[in-house]
């Protein structure tokens, strides 16, 4: 149990500055318990509640300093011209050297690292890579990593794969290395956009993701949430999410695609980083870092293809979120990829509804809420309805992502129809009927073997079981049944997810809270 001592300010206000960090960035009510207040007691994901001593600083202040020189940085790359942006590729490319343990004697060793090893574990990471966020073509990545000089992939994006090569590899030997790699990840990461590599925006985009999706694994939230700030800033920058925009793309820090398939990079990058971001933020109920509501800010980008299809030459789009949500069904948007950023847009979208109800509304605003209810219930159930007939497009795909956009898609309902189901028949109705069809998904598909490796699984099943638990209207042998298959998967992911561990342990003690009631 928390300590719930009160600060020495009355409870009701406190004095200017002494709200917690997260709940300043959230722009909410801080109640000032310590060590945990209540707003963040009761996120779902988060609960790294921070205060800032009297002339202190606090490690979120750090890391915002650090996007701040990141942010920095690229305004200096916006500013610099088309060929000091490409930088000299005769410059020496120490960057693109990395220093690789030859895994004798300590790991702090730095002799060559030996080919057979490089290829043990580079093999680790791409036979898993498309599940944690890797969008470059992974057939240039894979022969470029053995190529000298500047064809080779930047230190950073090299790091990452080795970091994450390592982490999943079996081999004990192989995981002492595991922190000796992270720092090499984190520190060729903060150098990146300072090297001359001529890839090195994309490369770092990349390099940012697969940092957040490590650190959220590790349930290093903080640190998860930096990255993916930082990815966000970069994808912005670079204006990502103007690629192919009728109104053009206007100036960017990056040069022309090469070809299709570059250009192909592109659009998955930004949308790679788009579904991550809205899904961990909107677990923290914070604002999302993509605003979408300027002609400037608007998403424009077209949804991503699979890698071998590819777009006219002139084909062009605009609006891409806002013609979603109107339903304005399009023949582009099924792959894989697609599917799980519209997955993302719905959960957004769902679990920030329901809490603008509230009592006393006037008719206007009533009228406006359901219309948006709606509106969103429409194209969440035909958004389900099409995963059934675009099946095939997600064969090819890992299990997990299809796991994952299954899920989301259920999820999403829930958090709709969630505020009312203590008022509402139909709502309670539509709650169960999509956590069962959220469970359902387990039995077509083995989340041990391999086990899946994005955490956020761990969010969505969190809330299917805290519905299991809540709602006493549903049988208890059902109940009992659809818990224990959500927390067994859920244990059998938690040996290398310390935040799917505490998701679970989440579970237990709501689980055992209601039993001793």
């Known amino acids: 149990m928390s300590d719930t001592s009160s600060p020495s300010s009355s409870k009701n206000h406190l004095p200017k500055g002494s709200a917690c960090m997260n709940c300043r960035r959230r722009k909410i009510k801080c109640d000032g318990m310590k060590p945990v207040c209540g707003p963040c007691s009761s996120s779902d994901a988060f609960h790294d509640c921070e205060y800032v001593e009297r002339g202190g600083s606090s490690m979120t202040q750090a890391l915002e300093a650090q996007i701040a020189i990141l942010e920095s940085r690229i305004q200096e790359l916006e500013q610099t011209g088309p060929m000091n942006r490409l930088g000299n590729i005769n410059q020496s490319n120490q960057s693109t050297r990395l220093d690789f343990s030859q895994f004798h004697g300590s790991p702090s060793s730095s002799t060559s690292f030996s080919f057979q090893l490089h290829e043990i574990i580079l093999r680790s990471f791409l036979q898993r890579c498309s599940e944690i966020g890797f969008f470059l073509d992974q ?31 079996d081999s004990s030997e192989i995981l002492a290395y595991e922190e000796v790699f992270l720092a090499r990840a984190l520190q060729s990461t903060a150098q990146e956009l300072s090297s001359s590599h001529p890839q090195r925006i994309i490369h770092c985009i990349q390099a940012e ?67 991550l971001d809205n899904c961990w933020t909107t677990a923290d109920n914070s604002p999302s870092n993509f605003s979408n509501t300027s002609p400037d800010s608007r998403i424009d980008v077209p949804w991503p293809l699979d890698t ?30 697609a599917l799980h950023a519209k997955a993302s847009v719905l959960f957004e979208q769902a679990s920030r509804i329901g809490p603008r109800f509230r009592s006393g509304m006037s008719q206007q605003e ?26 095939a497009t997600l064969a090819p795909a890992a299990p997990s992502i299809s796991l994952m956009i299954h899920t ?14 203590s008022r509402n028949p139909a709502s309670r109705g539509r709650v169960l ?22 955490s956020f699984i761990g969010v969505l099943w969190g809330i299917v079981g805290e519905i299991l638990i809540r709602e006493g209207s549903m049988p208890a042998p059902e109940r009992m049944r659809l818990l224990g298959e959500i927390m067994a998967s859920m244990s059998a992911l938690t040996t290398q997810s310390p935040f799917i561990n505490a ?13 001793n009631q």
Do not use: C
């Not at 990593?145 to 390592?166: E, F, H, Q």
């Open 308 to 337: 071998q299809i590819q777009f006219p030459r002139d084909y062009r789009t605009s609006h891409t979120l806002q013609k979603f949500l109107a339903n304005q069904n399009e023949d582009h948007g099924t792959s894989a990829l």
């Open 408 to 421: 989301l898609a259920h999820v999403s309902m829930i958090q709709l129809h969630a505020p009312f189901i």
């Open 139 to 169: 057939t240039r990545f894979s022969d470029s990593a053995t190529l000298p000089n500047v064809m080779k992939p930047s230190a950073a994006l090299l790091s990452t794969a080795y970091l994450w090569g390592i982490h999943l590899s």
């Open 366 to 391: 009533a009228s406006r809420f359901f219309a948006s209810f709606t509106s969103v219930e429409r194209v969440i159930q035909n958004f389900i309805e099409t995963l059934s007939s675009v099946q």
């Open 209 to 275: 993701v697969l940092l957040a999706h490590y650190f959220f694994r590790k349930a290093r939230m903080l640190e998860g949430r930096y990255h993916t700030s930082s990815a966000v800033s970069l994808v912005l920058s670079a204006r990502l999410h103007k690629i192919r925009s009728i109104e053009g793309s206007g100036p960017s820090v990056l040069p022309p695609p090469t070809d299709l398939v570059e250009e192909s990079e592109r659009i998955k990058a930004f949308w790679t980083v788009f579904i």
């Open 433 to 454: 009927s999509h956590s069962r069809a959220a469970i359902q998904i387990l039995s077509n598909i083995d989340v041990f073997s391999p086990p899946v490796l994005d």
């Open 503 to 515: 998701q679970l342990d989440k579970i237990r003690h709501l689980y055992a809270g209601t039993v």
